[in-house]
């Protein structure tokens, strides 16, 4: 299937490293053009490498906690790459931490680390898109907003917020032909993945079980479906939360 991404103008963020690489890959493969925004310049370039894309692949370096440094981050990018038209959120990861040892601050950087690492990159880009009157966003959120995790709760939290906001601006920005869907990853095999059993297994709880498909799901698979869903074949969907957990939870809402 042609998901006509030809010459598209892509901004993955979180992209050095596991689903957002290979997002970054997945987006070069369709043909687009790919702006790839992270916190460290060396694991950036260090992918960028491995891509072999020339001048279809630039990279940037910006911390998304910082609301000022992601604002100049998509003027930067814009700048040198022109209008994006596609955003993939995949930046930002909470601390896992057991619910005994949660204290305000944990609370506050959770939110930091994942829900405004989002919302600093998605409300610019977002207001361009829709004064251009098109544009799709695909946020990479995850599984512990539908589901309390004692160890996960200040990132758990983070993510339900994310899934909200997600589906109210897709309702608000329909008129102005701008899509937002959000993708619920379960376990992943990623170096995060390993961190997750390792929180666990030190606040005591169970271990994490396997889920009914029987294994986690490759980064590669997340990011299939995050190219389609902002593709022009996927026009029609929007505000959309869909679940990619292996059906670790089999729910219907």
């Known amino acids: 299937m042609n998901l006509r991404l ?3 103008h892509v901004l993955v963020t979180g992209a050095s490293r596991g689903i957002g ?8 493969d369709e ?5 790839a925004l992270a916190r460290t310049q060396q694991t950036l370039e260090a992918m960028a490498a491995q891509m072999q894309a020339g001048d ?3 990279v940037f370096c910006a911390d998304l906690q910082d609301a000022a440094q992601a604002q100049e981050a998509v003027r930067r990018i814009e700048a040198q790459g022109g209008p994006i038209q596609v955003l993939v959120n995949c930046a930002g990861a909470a601390k896992r931490t057991p619910f005994a040892q949660l204290q305000p601050a944990d609370w506050h950087a959770g939110m930091q680390a994942k829900f405004y690492s989002y919302m600093h990159v998605l409300t610019p ?5 829709a ?3 098109a544009g799709a966003v695909v946020n990479v959120v995850g599984a512990g907003g539908k589901r309390a995790n004692p160890v996960h709760l200040a990132g758990g939290a983070a993510n339900a917020a994310l899934m909200l906001a997600g589906t109210g601006l897709a309702a608000a920005y329909a008129p102005s032909g701008v899509r937002i869907n959000t993708i619920n990853p379960g376990q992943v095999r990623t170096e995060r993945l ?9 606040a005591g709880g169970a271990p994490l079980a396997e889920p009914p498909l029987g294994r986690p799901a490759e980064p590669e698979e997340i990011a299939a479906l995050a190219v389609f869903l902002a593709s022009p074949r996927a026009s029609y969907v929007s505000g959309a939360v869909i679940a990619m957990d292996g059906v670790a939870l089999p729910t219907v809402v």
């Open 125 to 129: 880009v977002v207001q361009r898109m």
């Open 131 to 133: 004064g251009r009157g």
């Open 6 to 8: 030809q010459g598209s």
């Open 21 to 28: 690489k290979a997002c970054v890959r997945a987006f070069l």
């Open 56 to 58: 279809r692949l630039r």
């Open 194 to 202: 390993q961190a997750q059993r390792d929180a666990q297994a030190a």
């Open 31 to 35: 043909g687009a053009t790919v702006s």
